[in-house]
Protein backbone atom coordinates (compact mmCIF):
# COMPACT_ATOMS: atom_id res chain seq x y z
CA UNK A 1 0.00 0.00 0.00
CA UNK A 2 1.87 3.59 -1.08
CA UNK A 3 1.01 6.69 0.60
CA UNK A 4 -1.96 9.02 -0.50
CA UNK A 5 -0.38 11.62 -2.70
CA UNK A 6 -0.11 15.37 -1.95
CA UNK A 7 1.34 18.20 -3.03
CA UNK A 8 5.23 18.79 -1.76
CA UNK A 9 3.98 22.44 -0.61
CA UNK A 10 1.57 25.43 -1.27
CA UNK A 11 1.46 29.23 -0.35
CA UNK A 12 -0.89 31.73 0.16
CA UNK A 13 -0.62 35.19 1.54
CA UNK A 14 -2.21 35.84 4.44
CA UNK A 15 -6.41 36.01 4.27
CA UNK A 16 -6.20 33.97 1.17
CA UNK A 17 -7.23 30.50 1.16
CA UNK A 18 -4.98 27.60 0.36
CA UNK A 19 -6.40 23.78 -0.64
CA UNK A 20 -4.72 20.50 -0.34
CA UNK A 21 -5.38 17.72 -2.44
CA UNK A 22 -5.24 13.89 -1.08
CA UNK A 23 -5.35 11.32 -4.01
CA UNK A 24 -5.71 8.18 -3.05
CA UNK A 25 -7.42 5.06 -5.07
CA UNK A 26 -11.12 3.29 -5.15
CA UNK A 27 -9.91 1.01 -2.46
CA UNK A 28 -9.05 3.87 0.30
CA UNK A 29 -10.06 7.65 0.18
CA UNK A 30 -12.63 6.71 -2.58
CA UNK A 31 -14.05 3.86 -0.56
CA UNK A 32 -14.53 4.91 3.02
CA UNK A 33 -15.50 8.41 4.49
CA UNK A 34 -12.90 7.33 6.88
CA UNK A 35 -10.37 10.93 5.93
CA UNK A 36 -8.37 12.77 8.50
CA UNK A 37 -5.87 15.61 8.11
CA UNK A 38 -3.14 16.61 10.44
CA UNK A 39 -0.83 19.79 11.43
CA UNK A 40 2.52 19.63 11.70
CA UNK A 41 4.46 22.62 13.30
CA UNK A 42 8.66 21.73 12.74
CA UNK A 43 9.23 19.51 15.99
CA UNK A 44 5.87 19.39 17.46
CA UNK A 45 3.46 16.67 17.95
CA UNK A 46 0.79 16.04 14.98
CA UNK A 47 -2.71 17.38 15.88
CA UNK A 48 -5.59 16.78 14.69
CA UNK A 49 -7.79 18.97 12.37
CA UNK A 50 -10.61 17.11 10.65
CA UNK A 51 -11.66 13.87 10.77
CA UNK A 52 -14.41 11.94 8.80
CA UNK A 53 -13.93 13.80 5.48
CA UNK A 54 -15.44 17.17 7.11
CA UNK A 55 -15.49 16.89 10.94
CA UNK A 56 -13.48 19.39 13.37
CA UNK A 57 -12.28 18.52 17.06
CA UNK A 58 -13.04 20.94 19.14
CA UNK A 59 -10.85 23.71 19.26
CA UNK A 60 -10.41 23.56 15.82
CA UNK A 61 -11.05 26.73 14.19
CA UNK A 62 -13.95 26.90 11.34
CA UNK A 63 -11.64 28.51 8.75
CA UNK A 64 -10.27 24.50 8.35
CA UNK A 65 -12.65 22.46 6.15
CA UNK A 66 -12.39 19.12 4.62
CA UNK A 67 -14.13 17.58 1.41
CA UNK A 68 -14.16 14.99 -0.48
CA UNK A 69 -14.77 14.06 -4.28
CA UNK A 70 -13.69 10.60 -5.72
CA UNK A 71 -10.68 9.50 -4.52
CA UNK A 72 -9.45 12.87 -3.69
CA UNK A 73 -10.25 14.74 0.12
CA UNK A 74 -9.09 18.03 0.15
CA UNK A 75 -8.73 20.63 3.12
CA UNK A 76 -9.55 24.35 2.73
CA UNK A 77 -7.54 26.82 5.20
CA UNK A 78 -9.18 29.98 4.32
CA UNK A 79 -8.78 33.06 5.69
CA UNK A 80 -4.94 31.85 6.41
CA UNK A 81 -2.99 32.88 9.50
CA UNK A 82 0.93 33.16 9.96
CA UNK A 83 0.35 30.35 12.38
CA UNK A 84 -0.60 28.01 9.85
CA UNK A 85 2.34 27.42 8.29
CA UNK A 86 3.30 23.79 8.73
CA UNK A 87 3.43 20.26 7.10
CA UNK A 88 0.06 18.72 6.84
CA UNK A 89 -0.92 15.26 6.36
CA UNK A 90 -4.03 13.41 5.33
CA UNK A 91 -4.91 9.95 6.22
CA UNK A 92 -7.64 7.28 5.39
CA UNK A 93 -8.71 3.69 6.12
CA UNK A 94 -7.64 0.95 3.60
CA UNK A 95 -8.96 -2.24 3.95
CA UNK A 96 -5.70 -3.94 2.70
CA UNK A 97 -3.44 -2.04 4.93
CA UNK A 98 -5.93 -0.62 8.11
CA UNK A 99 -4.61 3.02 7.89
CA UNK A 100 -2.41 4.98 5.27
CA UNK A 101 -0.82 8.34 5.64
CA UNK A 102 -0.43 10.95 3.27
CA UNK A 103 3.05 11.96 1.96
CA UNK A 104 2.75 15.66 3.76
CA UNK A 105 2.79 19.29 2.15
CA UNK A 106 4.00 22.18 3.35
CA UNK A 107 2.08 25.04 3.59
CA UNK A 108 3.87 28.85 3.53
CA UNK A 109 2.18 31.70 4.57
CA UNK A 110 3.65 34.38 2.34
CA UNK B 1 -7.93 14.84 31.03
CA UNK B 2 -6.75 12.49 28.92
CA UNK B 3 -2.68 12.33 28.72
CA UNK B 4 -0.23 9.48 26.52
CA UNK B 5 3.12 9.80 28.48
CA UNK B 6 6.41 7.95 26.43
CA UNK B 7 9.72 6.80 27.23
CA UNK B 8 12.43 8.68 27.35
CA UNK B 9 15.63 8.57 24.02
CA UNK B 10 17.10 5.35 22.90
CA UNK B 11 20.63 4.87 21.42
CA UNK B 12 20.78 1.24 19.93
CA UNK B 13 23.31 -0.34 17.98
CA UNK B 14 22.16 -1.95 14.97
CA UNK B 15 20.87 -5.59 15.14
CA UNK B 16 19.24 -4.67 18.73
CA UNK B 17 16.22 -4.42 19.76
CA UNK B 18 14.04 -1.40 21.34
CA UNK B 19 11.15 -1.13 23.55
CA UNK B 20 9.20 2.36 23.74
CA UNK B 21 6.09 2.61 26.23
CA UNK B 22 3.38 4.72 26.15
CA UNK B 23 1.36 5.32 29.27
CA UNK B 24 -1.95 6.49 29.25
CA UNK B 25 -4.38 8.31 31.75
CA UNK B 26 -7.39 9.97 32.19
CA UNK B 27 -9.93 8.02 30.61
CA UNK B 28 -10.85 4.31 31.14
CA UNK B 29 -7.68 2.85 28.92
CA UNK B 30 -9.59 -0.48 27.32
CA UNK B 31 -11.84 1.62 25.60
CA UNK B 32 -9.64 2.82 23.22
CA UNK B 33 -7.34 1.63 21.22
CA UNK B 34 -3.49 2.92 20.73
CA UNK B 35 -1.39 3.63 17.77
CA UNK B 36 2.24 3.77 16.44
CA UNK B 37 3.14 6.06 14.15
CA UNK B 38 7.11 7.05 13.51
CA UNK B 39 8.23 10.02 11.74
CA UNK B 40 12.53 9.74 9.88
CA UNK B 41 14.06 12.89 10.46
CA UNK B 42 13.08 15.09 7.79
CA UNK B 43 10.36 12.76 6.55
CA UNK B 44 6.82 12.35 6.70
CA UNK B 45 4.16 10.22 9.12
CA UNK B 46 4.23 6.62 9.05
CA UNK B 47 1.38 4.00 10.44
CA UNK B 48 3.22 1.08 12.03
CA UNK B 49 0.36 -0.47 13.45
CA UNK B 50 -2.66 -0.46 16.19
CA UNK B 51 -2.60 -2.19 20.14
CA UNK B 52 -6.56 -3.35 20.78
CA UNK B 53 -6.22 -2.46 24.51
CA UNK B 54 -9.71 -4.13 25.32
CA UNK B 55 -7.55 -7.64 24.65
CA UNK B 56 -4.09 -7.50 23.91
CA UNK B 57 -4.82 -7.99 19.85
CA UNK B 58 -2.64 -5.95 17.51
CA UNK B 59 -2.79 -5.21 13.89
CA UNK B 60 0.40 -4.16 11.98
CA UNK B 61 1.38 -2.69 9.06
CA UNK B 62 2.32 -4.87 6.75
CA UNK B 63 5.83 -3.49 6.71
CA UNK B 64 6.66 -3.95 9.89
CA UNK B 65 5.14 -7.71 10.86
CA UNK B 66 7.88 -9.94 12.18
CA UNK B 67 10.01 -6.95 13.74
CA UNK B 68 7.38 -5.13 15.28
CA UNK B 69 5.18 -6.43 19.04
CA UNK B 70 2.79 -4.43 20.51
CA UNK B 71 1.56 -5.32 23.90
CA UNK B 72 -0.13 -3.72 26.36
CA UNK B 73 -0.47 -4.00 30.71
CA UNK B 74 -3.72 -3.05 31.52
CA UNK B 75 -3.63 -2.96 35.31
CA UNK B 76 -0.76 -0.25 34.67
CA UNK B 77 -2.86 1.32 31.35
CA UNK B 78 0.59 1.16 29.21
CA UNK B 79 1.37 0.29 26.02
CA UNK B 80 4.59 -1.35 24.42
CA UNK B 81 6.03 -1.19 21.01
CA UNK B 82 9.14 -3.44 20.51
CA UNK B 83 11.11 -2.81 17.28
CA UNK B 84 13.73 -5.82 16.99
CA UNK B 85 16.44 -6.24 14.45
CA UNK B 86 17.07 -2.47 13.93
CA UNK B 87 18.82 -0.71 10.58
CA UNK B 88 20.11 2.72 10.47
CA UNK B 89 16.86 3.47 8.70
CA UNK B 90 14.71 2.97 11.75
CA UNK B 91 16.51 6.08 13.17
CA UNK B 92 12.86 7.69 14.28
CA UNK B 93 10.78 9.69 16.22
CA UNK B 94 8.03 7.46 17.20
CA UNK B 95 4.62 8.23 18.76
CA UNK B 96 1.54 7.15 20.58
CA UNK B 97 -1.50 7.99 19.72
CA UNK B 98 -5.12 7.50 20.95
CA UNK B 99 -8.49 7.37 18.81
CA UNK B 100 -11.88 8.58 19.75
CA UNK B 101 -13.96 6.18 19.07
CA UNK B 102 -14.18 7.32 15.28
CA UNK B 103 -11.65 6.17 12.80
CA UNK B 104 -8.85 8.43 12.68
CA UNK B 105 -10.13 10.81 15.10
CA UNK B 106 -6.49 10.72 16.65
CA UNK B 107 -6.62 13.96 18.95
CA UNK B 108 -4.05 12.31 21.81
CA UNK B 109 -0.50 12.17 21.05
CA UNK B 110 2.31 11.05 23.33
CA UNK B 111 4.84 13.29 23.13
CA UNK B 112 7.50 11.75 21.13
CA UNK B 113 10.45 9.14 21.78
CA UNK B 114 13.34 9.44 19.76
CA UNK B 115 15.36 6.27 18.95
CA UNK B 116 18.87 6.34 16.97
CA UNK B 117 20.11 3.76 15.46
CA UNK B 118 23.93 3.62 15.11
CA UNK B 119 26.89 1.84 15.50
Known amino acids: QSALTQPPSTSGSPGQSVTISCTGT?????????VSWFQQHPGKVPKLMIY???KRPSGVPDRFSGSKSGNTASLTVSGLQAEDEADYYC??????????FGTGTKVTVL | QVQLVQSGAEAKEPGASVKVSCKAS????????IHWVRQAPGLGLEWMGI????????RLAQKFQGRVTMTRDASTGTVYMELSRLRSEDTAIYYC????????????WGQGTLVTVSS
Open chain 1, 52 to 54: EVN
Open chain 1, 26 to 34: SSDVGAYNH
Open chain 2, 26 to 33: GYTFTNYK
Open chain 2, 51 to 58: SNTGDDGS
Open chain 1, 91 to 100: STYAASTYYV
Open chain 2, 97 to 108: TRDGGHWGDNEY
